[in-house]
């Protein structure tokens, strides 16, 4: 079974530029999340979905940062216009279903330097 | 709001001893609890979980966790520690009234041959 796929994997842009994270979850999972994880610290939910609707964005800056879900399946993470403390690695799960209990399995993450 | 505390940054432990990684939590309801390992430059990956039922949980790579409500604590254990163990662990916590999974700040395992 492949796993959560990422892409970049890295990325370095200067501030006050744009940047998009791209996410495809394991094939058949519901829900969607993503976290921004900064160095130093445990991964911080930023917005999760199941399957195309939003669940809960409350942690996320949505002056800046924007993420859709086109057909339920992949997605993207959007950060305009970014600042030095977007520095982070992003990293994007999913679960079967959408039930607290259920697992979530990661992808190895976007790694974004601001400079 | 839920929280998880891992008080160890760091914890060091000779090849083939038994090493125990830390983690407390605060729930308003029941609470769900999770240990993920992060290698470098990868992703999280899932160890084990406790949902309910028995207290010792066992999980991937012969980790295995304890559940004790009265301490509020979900240790992470594992008998004989290999130097491929050496990694980031991180405690997550959910609860039944909280969508939120919220993880702690991790601790680096090292095994030392």
């Known amino acids: 079974e492949a796993g959560v796929a990422q892409s970049p994997r890295y990325k370095i842009i200067e501030k006050r530029q744009s940047v998009a994270f791209w996410c495809n979850p394991i094939?058949?999972?519901?829900?969607l999340y993503w976290y921004q994880q900064i160095l130093g610290q445990g991964p911080k939910l930023l917005i999760q979905?199941?399957?195309?609707?939003?669940?809960?964005d409350s942690q996320l800056p949505k002056d800046r940062f924007s993420a859709e879900r086109l057909k339920g399946v992949d997605s993207t993470l959007k950060i305009q216009p970014a600042k030095l403390e977007d520095s982070a690695v992003y990293l994007c799960?999913?679960?079967?279903?959408?039930?607290?209990?259920?697992?979530?399995?990661f992808g190895p993450g976007t790694r974004l330097t601001v400079l | 709001a839920q929280s998880v505390a891992q008080p160890e940054d760091q914890v060091n432990v000779a090849e083939g001893n038994p090493l125990t990684v830390k983690c407390t939590y605060s729930?308003?309801?029941?609470?769900?609890l999770f240990w993920y390992v992060q290698y470098p430059n990868r992703g999280l990956q899932f160890l084990l979980k406790?949902?309910?039922?028995?207290?010792l949980v066992k999980g991937s790579y012969g980790f295995e966790a304890e559940f004790n409500k009265s301490q509020t604590s979900f240790h992470l254990k594992k008998p004989s520690a290999l130097v491929s163990d050496s990694a980031l662990y991180f405690c997550?916590?959910?609860?039944?009234?909280?969508?939120?999974?919220?993880f702690g700040a991790g601790t680096r395992l090292t095994v030392k041959p």
């Open positions: 799960a999913s679960s079967l279903e959408v039930t607290i209990t259920d697992t979530q399995y």
């Open positions: 094939s058949g999972h519901a829900t």
């Open positions: 979905f199941q399957n195309n609707g939003v669940v809960d």
């Open positions: 729930v308003s309801g029941n609470p769900y």
């Open positions: 406790y949902i309910t039922g028995d207290n």
């Open positions: 997550a916590v959910r609860d039944g009234n909280n969508n939120d999974m919220r």
